[in-house]
């Protein structure tokens, strides 16, 4: 698996077939996307919907987009922050990651979310946090997996909808 940042920091400026590779991906994810609410039809995302989501995402200054691809195809998404908008929070947070749906349990996700951990980790990061939906126990059940333990109960920032705040301790590598 092969792990690249999005660079387009305007994605109104993607490419056309990765665009088209980006909607294929979130749209693979029907029983996600029902849940989340993140799309006005979840049974119908569009390309500009999809640029628009990731619009949102970049428009934050430590906001990274990673796509990671096996065998020349896109198979998985990550969105992270350095930094999260309550100064407080020291950690830095995975706010999204999807694996095609055809590539379920092939392990894609485990390894996306390693090659975040690590990141974070080489850059002396103590934590990672994430946001589980309360209804979707499945990615709790995923989290959990990981190492990932509940911290706290809270809506979501930018929904309001009922979340699970879930952290990592990454054992930060000293200076």
């Known amino acids: 698996m092969i792990v690249e940042p999005l660079t387009a920091k305007d994605p109104s400026d993607l490419p056309g077939p990765l665009l088209t590779e980006l909607t294929a991906l979130y749209a693979s994810n029907e029983e996600f996307q029902q849940l989340s609410g993140d799309f006005p039809d979840p049974d119908r995302i569009l390309p500009e919907q999809v640029a628009a989501a990731l619009a949102d995402e970049l428009a934050h200054p430590d906001a990274e987009v990673l796509l990671a691809r096996s065998e020349g195809r896109l198979v998985a998404i990550a969105i992270t922050l350095a930094h999260h908008p309550d100064p407080a929070d020291p950690d830095p947070w995975l706010g999204l990651l999807m694996v095609h749906a055809g590539a379920h349990r092939a392990g894609f996700g485990r390894r996306l979310a390693a090659y975040v951990e690590d990141s974070f980790r080489s850059r002396g990061r103590a934590g990672l946090r994430l946001a589980v939906l309360e209804n979707n126990p ?8 990981l190492g990932y333990e509940e ?4 809506p979501d920032l930018a929904h309001d909808r009922p979340c699970v705040v879930m952290r990592k301790s990454l054992g930060a590598v000293a200076p």
């Open 138 to 145: 499945r990615a709790l059940a995923f989290w959990s997996s």
């Open 151 to 154: 911290t706290a109960r809270r």
